[in-house]
């Protein structure tokens, strides 16, 4: 029998185990992992900014931003191979030693720049950067720039290829618009252009089904199962397809700069216009051969939206763009309201999976709504902006000529389908891919063709801005085929880059007449459409679910991430984050915004602790939830500051009491399980530095054991 002493030892180690479930546990505030500072419901409002101010300004290699790691290094020289040439700046003027550092380390000066404290070395292998970056007072090494007489600028403009003032552009996120096929419907194509080689898959001549052009009498008739190749006598046609997916290959074979944004994706030439143009005209008949033209190829292209066409692979079947770049004036006093013949054919290729890009038009401010074509309700109508002959977007101004919005009302108490266009892009001094119209001794009407020609004519208007947003559309589909024509038109609105004040608040926060949601960014919209595709959800996003992000502040310790929801056709049930595709859990709310009627909108946040998040950079998600559906999702990047590597950190008491316990238990459970033979007051005494006692029957002290350890 054991004494009670050690009996009432192994019961307090055995129920210590037990005191976590018998207690009351203790409530965990939300805040303690870094989620969210602030409990569920309660109120936060977006904080100011801290005031800018000039003074003690730190050196200009300490705040750069062509540096974000602050390795010495420029950014876009961190991933180049092979030679580059390149400058070095110094935090100092240039001495005699780094004149002797340079040499001995084979570099040769080849230009010195006081005025910067800097040199230029030349070419040296990419690799060498690392090492040059660590001499004595070097603060920068940097690639030299190209220097470019400037051409074509559209495609750098929009962000589709890359350029000095946009380093990365949506072709290096590994899109050229492969297997994405656009119908160009228009005046023709002459796709033996050196840059259009190659793009033909199908192709149908409208004209000759309507009315009796020339070339189809001499031809006796078309082909309409896509089997035909038209031509373009008139350069419109070429011109916009050069802009939308030229590939820059030149007359003599070498590679020019005039891409098109999409420079691998392929034609679908609709011909619907003659070697004249398209009017207007005086004689009505002609107007009427031509209306007919027009509305014949629509039709042609959705019926012929999913062809298995001849002797192509599959990846180039079907029709997966309508670029449009002309338009119907009205007859009526004013512009359309979308709900004519030609408006509403655009809205039944967009419903039918077909997406059209379509021109605003020529008509300027002074618009009464917009014509024709440009008036659909479901369409992306581009507006068309001067980029000033220069890449970069800051100097961009609406063109003079470009029509403005809003379209007129058509009466269906939905006031949001007035409001086009929805995007712009250059459309001002476009540098064209040449037609056989515009090369000597070539003659459509008598068989020659463009195989020869180059790029040298210029021309502007919005027709040369859509095919820009054309080809940013066939880029956006090859990113991501399972997005729809509306979720399309939603993600090139809410990747613009906005510009001009709101034209319509009381509708919507962001919409201007001028731009539309503002200038179309390739890079961002191509970025989206992958990740979107990662989430794996598209058949959940409703473009009627708005969700726009406001401010990202990182200061004082704290991370806020503040947007705002609202739901177009219906209330919005919650927003929700996650981050780095974790669970998602639901932001906080604030007051309402000021009123915009009734699209008024509530601000979110989600505000985060650094110190709690993992080192380095982590990927928030922000979406807003209405039933079943979802918006587009609000993407920021924040930067953890914690040193576990795992997302949240844990406490290190929770740690410490959790291993305290699990050692309490392991040896209540080793205790119960020995007997009395000894074994546990030989445990017990060296516990507590005594010798063991030995127990007679009984639970009598031999004595002269104790009489032993006594004397000892």
Request: contains cysteine.
């Amino acid at each position: 029998m054991q004494p009670k002493p050690v009996n009432a030892l192994l019961c307090v180690i055995m129920l210590v185990s037990c005191t976590g479930s018998l207690a009351v546990p203790s409530y965990q505030t939300i805040d303690y992992y870094g989620v969210q500072l602030i409990d569920e419901g309660q109120t936060q409002m977006i904080p100011n900014q801290s005031p800018v101010t000039w003074s003690e300004q730190a050196p200009w290699w300490e705040t750069t931003a062509l540096d974000a790691d602050r390795n010495g290094i420029h950014d876009s020289l961190q991933l180049a191979e092979g030679p580059v040439n390149v400058g070095i700046s110094f935090s100092r003027e240039v001495t005699d030693q780094d004149r002797n550092n340079l040499a001995l380390a084979g570099y040769e000066i080849h230009l010195e720049l006081p005025v910067v404290d800097a040199v230029l070395i030349g070419a040296v292998d990419a690799s060498d950067v690392y090492d040059i970056a660590q001499f004595d007072g070097v603060v920068m090494v940097e690639r030299y720039g190209s220097l470019i007489f400037y051409g074509d600028i559209q495609t750098p403009a929009v962000k589709a290829k890359n350029s000095t003032e946009y380093p990365v552009g949506a072709w290096d996120l590994g899109v050229s618009g492969y297997g994405v096929n656009i119908a160009l419907t228009d005046t023709g194509v002459d796709n033996e252009h050196p840059g259009l080689s190659g793009k033909f898959v199908a192709g149908y001549d409208a004209v000759c089904f309507v009315h009796s052009d020339p070339q189809c009498v001499l031809a006796g008739g078309r082909e309409d199962d896509g089997s035909f190749d038209p031509d373009d006598g008139n350069q419109h046609g070429t011109a916009c397809m050069g802009m939308a997916a030229a590939t820059g290959i030149d007359a003599d074979g070498s590679q020019s700069q005039f891409y098109g944004s999409a420079p691998n994706a392929s034609l679908v030439d609709v011909r619907i216009g003659t070697d004249v143009g398209a009017g207007p005209f005086e004689n009505y008949l002609l107007e009427q051969e031509f209306y007919e033209s027009a509305m014949n190829g629509l039709q042609w292209i959705i019926d012929h939206r999913d062809d298995a066409w001849p002797g192509t692979e599959e990846a180039n079947y079907g029709i997966d763009i309508i670029s449009l770049s002309w338009g119907i004036t009205s007859h009526e006093n004013g512009g359309s309201d979308g709900t004519d013949m030609h408006s509403r054919i655009l809205d039944e290729a967009m419903l039918a999976g077909v997406t059209v890009s379509n021109a605003a038009g020529n008509d300027g401010p002074d618009n009464d709504g917009l014509s024709g074509m440009s008036a659909s309700s479901l369409s992306i109508t581009v507006a068309a902006t001067d980029d000033q002959n220069t890449v970069d977007r800051t100097d961009d101004t609406i063109a003079s000529y470009s029509s403005r919005g809003p379209r007129r009302d058509n009466g269906d108490a939905n006031p949001l389908d007035e409001l086009v266009p929805e995007v712009s892009a250059p459309g001002t001094n476009i540098i064209q891919a040449e037609g056989c119209v515009s090369s000597g001794g070539c003659n459509n009407f008598l068989g020659g063709d463009a195989s020869d020609n180059t790029y040298t004519g210029r021309g502007s208007g919005t027709s040369y801005a859509t095919p820009a947003v054309t080809g940013v559309i066939a880029l956006v589909m090859e990113a991501n085929e399972n997005l729809t024509p509306l979720q399309i038109k939603e993600v090139l609105k809410q990747t613009a880059e906005r510009r001009g004040e709101p034209s319509a608040p009381d509708l919507d926060p962001y919409w201007n007449r001028d731009f539309g949601w503002g200038m179309v960014d390739a890079h961002a919209a191509v970025n989206l459409a992958f990740h979107l595709g990662e989430m794996g959800n598209e058949e959940s996003i409703d473009p009627s679910v708005q969700n726009h992000l406001l401010n990202l502040i990182d200061s004082n310790g704290t991370i806020n991430v503040t947007g705002h929801s609202w739901g177009q056709m219906s209330s919005i049930d919650r927003v929700e984050f996650r981050i780095d595709g974790g669970e998602w859990r639901e932001t906080t709310y604030s007051s309402e915004l000021e009123d915009i009627g009734p699209l008024t909108p509530f601000l979110w946040h989600v505000i985060l602790d650094p110190s709690k998040i993992g080192k380095g950079s982590h990927m928030i998600e922000i979406r807003a939830v209405s039933g079943d559906s979802v918006s587009l999702p609000v993407i920021v990047t924040v930067n953890g500051t914690s040193t576990s590597s795992d997302e949240f950190s844990v406490p290190p008491l929770v740690i410490a009491l959790v291993a305290s316990v699990f050692i309490i238990w392991a040896a209540s459970v080793i205790l119960v399980r020995i007997r009395s033979d000894g074994e546990i007051d030989d445990i017990i005494s060296r516990l507590f530095g005594t010798k063991s006692v030995d127990f007679l029957p009984g639970g009598v002290i031999d004595a002269e054991l104790l009489e032993e350890d006594g004397k000892k």
